[in-house]
């Protein structure tokens, strides 16, 4: 693709999943300047209609409620440094609000699509799959793994196998610069970084990242469980649980990337304080 185009890259490997890079490409046909101003007013857009999905949620809210939605917003250096850096983390917020809304409100396809396009933005989320199942909506699941196979076999017959299996060569071995890389805040890397990066030290550190992986897996399904079978917001925290639970489990996490977390925020901020899980059945039962 950068031989067609005529862009010189740095070096860099094509780190994305390959169908990204077909549904990026008419971004590329505009002149840069158009195109990153385009792009911004995406993001915008995107951010906007997050927020408005999260408002539609909770119309009874508070004024104080929004206005705390709005601080948190304004102030989040993750979205500051997305802006800046041009990510497509915003618009991973707006396809998780979607996919949250369609579960929430009984549209398993929107659901199913929106995590299905997650999937090929960025791969790291396909460990949304197991948690969704977790979470009870299994038909949402199986249709979401449905849409990505089917999103493989177009990316397929259009750019070939060759570009697929570079893809894989490089999430089985990823280059050894990104977990000595500071920004890269993921566990995996910093147990690397503390540990050493070569021999014993980094056997160690991929042993006890692995260990702290089934732990974290451990306990955010059991906090999904007992929050789906609790009288509480089933989808609204466990949906938030599991988007947290996604920057943990990541070997590669940046700083942007936690612009994801201003959905489970502003559910956190707009929702009515409640009691803890168990606190009612403990009262009836003294």
């Given at each position: 693709m950068d031989r067609l185009l005529g862009i010189r890259r740095a070096g860099a490997a094509a780190n994305y999943p390959p169908l990204?890079?077909?549904?990026?490409?008419?971004?590329?046909?505009?002149?840069?300047?158009?195109a990153a101003v385009a792009w911004f007013l995406t993001s915008q857009a995107c951010l906007l209609a997050t927020l408005g999905l999260c408002f539609r949620r909770f119309s009874s809210a508070s004024p104080v409620r929004v206005g705390a939605v709005l601080f948190v917003v304004l102030n989040y250096q993750p979205l500051i440094e997305n802006l800046v850096l041009g990510q497509t983390n915003l618009v991973l917020l707006l396809l998780s609000a979607l996919a949250w809304y369609g579960l929430r409100q009984?549209?398993?396809?929107?659901?199913?699509?929106?995590?299905?396009?997650?999937?090929?933005?960025?791969?790291?989320?396909?460990?949304?799959?197991?948690?969704?199942?977790?979470?009870?909506?299994?038909?949402?699941?199986?249709?979401?793994?449905?849409?990505?196979?089917?999103?493989?076999?177009?990316?397929?017959?259009?750019?070939?196998?060759?570009?697929?299996?570079?893809?894989?060569?490089?999430?089985?071995?990823?280059?050894?610069?990104l977990h000595a890389w500071t920004a890269n805040l993921s566990p995996r890397a910093s147990l690397i970084r503390l540990l050493g990066g070569s021999g014993y030290g980094h056997d160690l550190a991929n042993a006890l990242s692995l260990l702290l992986d089934a732990v974290l897996f451990v306990v955010f399904g059991r906090a999904i469980r007992q929050a789906v079978s609790s009288e509480l917001s089933t989808v609204d925290w466990s949906w938030g649980l599991?988007?947290?639970?996604?920057?943990?489990?990541?070997?590669?996490?940046?700083?942007?990337?936690?612009?994801?977390?201003?959905?489970?925020?502003?559910?956190?901020?707009?929702?009515?304080?409640c009691a803890p899980i168990g606190f009612a059945d403990r009262t009836s039962w003294s």
């Open positions: 990204f890079y077909i549904l990026m490409e008419p971004w590329v046909l505009l002149p840069f300047r158009p009984g549209y398993p396809w929107l659901a199913a699509g929106s995590i299905a396009l997650i999937l090929h933005v960025k791969v790291q989320y396909v460990l949304l799959l197991p948690l969704v199942w977790w979470m009870g909506h299994r038909n949402v699941a199986t249709r979401a793994l449905l849409l990505a196979i089917l999103g493989v076999g177009v990316a397929l017959l259009i750019l070939g196998p060759a570009h697929h299996l570079g893809y894989l060569g490089y999430l089985w071995s990823p280059p050894d610069y599991s988007l947290t639970a996604i920057p943990l489990l990541s070997p590669l996490t940046e700083e942007h990337h936690m612009v994801l977390l201003l959905l489970p925020l502003a559910l956190l901020l707009l929702a009515e304080p």
